[in-house]
């Protein structure tokens, strides 16, 4: 039998989570993050293989290596790029008009114009100091692996978020971060044989901030999944 309590609490976790880029000035003790990564460790993978390694940033550390991002992103960005590619170079119809819908959604809730270039530059630019968040977090994989682990690493970094989500925490996925690996290996000891995938930001969300953000629609069910050998649903299933 089912806990409701349970359900509707994890359900709420799940659906109120969201990519955060305003934080509070308010440090998070390295014990809370040691306990976020206690939790997330239990994220299922192949083998158990367990193929994610994390770097936590805070305080004089992480203010230096963001100095070091800021600047040579105003400097020399044209130099510099991930280890592997996100996006396909050519997004299909239906993928594209969602990432343009992001745009607008997001860009409009900060009063930034779909021309104005320097006002959407300026708001890129606010990854590399992590959106002000009291803590970075980067995420390396050893690249001799195969998709397989990309996969676990995302199960893993999913398991961060919620843990983080339910401590009253707030994070956001950077994949940005990843173009500048070069110079996040001038501050820390990434293996060669590693590639950064993305960062995190994590801390106390700005309230305030966040709640003009733009809503961001989710595909319904219907719009994703297909169901085969069930009984046709009853009205009270399809929430009516």
């Given at each position: 039998?089912?806990n409701l309590?349970?359900?509707?609490?994890?359900?709420?976790?799940?659906k109120?989570r969201f990519a955060?880029?305003f934080y509070?000035?308010?440090?998070v003790?390295h014990g809370?993050?040691?306990d976020i990564?206690?939790?997330?460790?239990?994220?299922p993978?192949?083998?158990?293989?367990?193929?994610?390694r994390v770097?936590?940033?805070?305080g004089?550390v992480?203010a230096?290596?963001?100095?070091d991002i800021v600047?040579t992103?105003?400097a020399?960005?044209?130099?510099?790029a991930s280890e592997?590619t996100?996006y396909?170079?050519?997004?299909?119809?239906?993928?594209?008009s969602?990432?343009?819908?992001f745009?607008?959604?997001f860009y409009?809730s900060?009063?930034?114009?779909?021309?104005d270039?320097r006002?959407?530059a300026?708001?890129?630019?606010?990854?590399?100091?992590f959106?002000?968040?009291?803590?970075?977090?980067i995420?390396?994989?050893d690249?001799r692996?195969?998709?397989?682990s990309?996969?676990d690493?995302g199960?893993f970094?999913?398991?961060?978020?919620?843990?983080?989500k339910?401590r009253?925490?707030d994070t956001?996925p950077?994949?940005?971060?990843?173009k500048?690996?070069?110079?996040?290996r001038?501050h820390?000891?990434?293996?060669?044989e590693?590639?950064v995938?993305c960062g995190?930001a994590?801390?106390?969300?700005?309230?305030?901030a966040?709640?003009t953000?733009g809503?961001m629609?989710?595909a319904?069910?219907?719009?994703f999944?297909?169901?085969h050998?069930?009984?046709?649903?009853?009205?009270h299933?399809?929430?009516e």
């Open positions: 039998m089912a309590d349970l359900v509707q609490a994890l359900d709420g976790v799940m109120g955060t880029r509070i000035d308010r440090p003790s809370t993050i040691r990564l206690d939790a997330a460790r239990y994220a993978s192949g083998a158990n293989i367990q193929p994610w770097y936590v940033l805070a004089a992480k230096e290596i963001c100095r600047a992103h105003a020399e960005a044209a130099h510099h592997y996100y396909a170079p050519s997004l299909p119809d239906l993928y594209q969602r990432k343009q819908a745009g607008r959604i409009g900060l009063g930034i114009a779909q021309d270039l006002g959407r300026a708001q890129t630019a606010k990854n590399y100091d959106f002000g968040a009291p803590v970075g977090l995420f390396t994989l690249r692996l195969e998709k397989g990309w996969l690493l199960m970094l999913q398991n961060v978020m919620l843990a983080a339910v009253g925490l956001c950077q994949e940005t971060l990843a500048y690996h070069r110079v996040l001038r820390l000891p990434i293996a060669a590693d590639v995938v995190m994590l801390g106390v969300c700005d309230a305030a966040v709640a953000r809503v629609e989710r319904s069910v219907e719009a999944a297909s169901f050998g069930f009984e046709a649903p009853r009205a299933d399809q929430g």
